[in-house]
């Protein structure tokens, strides 16, 4: 049996109230027993998917795990099994084609990584058009109070009882 390791991030840990690890864990738990895999380790982070600079958990996996297989459940023409399928057949081709597909994979490789960096910058201007554009401004509106518990209305409460007195 190989060693199985997975690994989730979400974006930024300021965004953890929005962004949870909720629909990574159930894809790589539908995975992995569809697949009868057990986890040796699990890594996750709150990190940007900008780099991979800042990423101590990646690199901890990185270092951990050897050369094998590379699954991404979210998109399998990325993982390794696809990709060496897709090399294989190109073995047995001649000159001509046997480059020709494993140009062709190292592209869709190359397109791959740079569309989810154009899909990220989307993203994040699509959330500033937005913002913008927005009648609705961020904030507390003037003269408005946030939800307050009602400890702090008590406190409140005889804070002006004391003065007024």
Known sequence: MCNVYSYM???TSEERDLQKFTRQESALQRY???????????FREDKSGKNFTERKQWQKLE????????????NQTVSTPY????????KAQNLVARTS?????????IVELDRVEQERKITVQRIKD???A??????RATGK???????????IQFFIKDLTG
């Not at 939800?147 to 008590?154: P, W």
């Open 9 to 11: 991030r979400i974006s």
């Open 63 to 74: 270092s951990t795990v050897q050369p094998g297989e590379l699954i991404f459940i979210d």
């Open 32 to 42: 992995a027993k569809e697949n009868d895999i057990e986890y040796l380790l699990e």
């Open 101 to 109: 597909l494993e140009s062709t994979v190292k592209l869709s490789l």
């Open 134 to 139: 927005s009648s609705k401004r961020s904030g």
């Open 83 to 90: 990709i060496k399928q897709l090399l294989n057949v190109a």
């Open 145 to 155: 109070l946030d939800k307050m518990s009602d400890e702090l209305e008590a406190d």
């Open 130 to 132: 937005g913002i913008e």
